[in-house]
């Protein structure tokens, strides 16, 4: 085993690649500014309460503790730190600060996706909003460094425009903000594996989307690792979004874009360098074997072999779907038959993130900090998965102290989803 590594960010998410951490190192930091954050909590880690974002502070501390490799957790607004920690300590990263940089800026990204032949979400600037919304249609306004929905707004009504863009002001550590289009599109995932180079896993999935049915976002309610689009993502995209990539200097490690379907073809945006909160890696690991939390941290202690072979074995036959729970706005008292779901033959794996004493705050609604569990499920037929479906809103309950069940049903959306046997 390695000596040390140091993990940024401490959120339920980044848990799992925390416990493959234990594993793998002797020693295991884990940095952010919270005492009590959930990866803070995991029986062996060391927990440091620092702002990531003070890179200085956090290349002091670890060199004081001799830690020999960092690893990025799940959050967005870490992937420039990280890449400037690894780069003053030389210590192996799967990007460069360069490159972060490129990814990181929605803006920035829309440009180079433009000048290599691809699309991206229009951007719009106030006046076109402004239009735009008197036309019927809606915005959306977002922090243009910030996710998980976090500052994010969708505008029905000019009136309400401004004081979206100022909430997403306060959301973005630069302040700055994006107003596109509301896409009515359905939406998909396409999920990229890359080792010394080269794109070594294609996984295209179904993106399924609230549209606004649940409550005033558009937040992903779960994902069907089966797509009919993944054929045109291959024929007329993948080439040239895999060589601005290399281009950019991202060569190894694992990176999501989230796309929809026009009448012009697929737009693709929002590229995100990590593991994610959705658990591709949950679909990854499945269908070909590859464990990407470890493959992540054998690159941050320098080692990035891996038998690439395996990565293109489908190993398992049966669809495999994630269907997240949110909750509505109380304190958890109780939860029911969640023993239940996990005796179920067709459940592979769940991330339960909240739990009794847990609570979702008025400023938690409308973003993925409401989510309560992401389960994974495996199925054969469009009827299966429809059974299970309903299964989690009949069955699973999340009770308050007023005895209330805060499960938030989100049925028309995963029901609606394009996908057949």
């Not at 005492?35 to 062996?44: A, D, F, M, R, V």
């Not at 896993?201 to 649940?214: F, L, P, Q």
Request: with cysteine; net charge neutral.
């Amino acid at each position: 085993m390695s000596k040390s590594i140091i993990i940024l960010g401490a959120n339920y998410e980044t848990s799992h690649l925390v416990e493959s951490a234990l594993n793998l190192f002797d020693e295991v930091f884990v940095a952010d500014p919270y005492e009590h954050s959930p990866c803070k909590l995991i029986k062996g880690v060391i927990p440091v309460n620092v702002d990531v974002c003070n890179v200085p502070l956090v290349v002091k501390i670890c060199r004081s503790h001799k830690i020999e490799a960092v690893a990025l957790g799940v959050a967005d607004r870490l992937v420039i730190p990280y890449a400037q920690i690894c780069k003053e300590l030389n210590l192996p990263a799967f990007l460069s600060v360069k490159t972060a940089e490129a990814l990181n800026d929605k803006q920035l990204f829309n440009k180079e996706l433009k000048k290599n032949g691809l699309r991206g979400i229009p951007v719009l600037d106030e006046e076109e909003s402004q239009n735009h919304i008197s036309s019927g249609r809606r915005v959306v306004v977002k922090p243009v460094d910030a996710n998980s929905s976090k500052g994010l707004t969708i505008v029905s009504h000019a009136e309400h425009l401004l004081d979206a863009i100022e909430k997403a002001k306060h959301f973005s550590a630069r302040k700055m903000v994006l107003i596109e289009p509301f896409m009515e599109e359905p939406g998909i995932g396409i999920y990229l594996t890359f080792l010394n180079g080269e794109c070594i896993n294609v996984s295209v999935y179904e993106r399924i989307e609230s549209k606004c049915r649940t409550g005033l976002n558009n937040l992903p309610v779960g994902a069907i690792y089966k797509s009919k689009y993944k054929k045109i993502y291959l024929e007329k995209l993948h080439n040239k979004l895999s060589s601005l990539l290399i281009n950019i200097g991202f060569l190894n490690g694992v990176l999501l874009f989230s796309g929809y379907i026009t009448k012009n073809g697929i737009v693709v945006y929002d590229p995100g360098a990590r593991l994610q909160g959705e658990g591709a890696d949950v679909a990854v690991k499945y269908y070909t074997g590859i464990d990407q939390k470890e493959l992540l941290l054998n690159i941050a202690r320098g080692d990035s072999s891996l038998d690439k072979k395996t990565s293109f074995i489908k190993r398992n036959k049966k669809t495999l779907a994630s269907i997240w729970i949110y909750l509505s706005e109380g304190k958890i008292a109780k939860v029911k038959n969640l023993d239940k779901a996990d005796k179920q033959p067709w459940l592979l794996e769940s991330r339960v993130r909240l739990d009794v004493g847990s609570e979702i705050k008025s400023t938690m609604i409308n973003t993925e900090g409401s989510v309560f569990a992401r389960f994974y499920v495996c199925f054969e037929s469009r009827a299966e998965y429809l059974k299970i479906v309903d299964w989690f809103y009949e069955n699973l309950m999340v009770y308050d102290f007023e005895g209330g069940n805060m499960i938030i049903d989100s049925r028309q959306a995963l029901t609606d989803v394009e996908y057949n046997d």
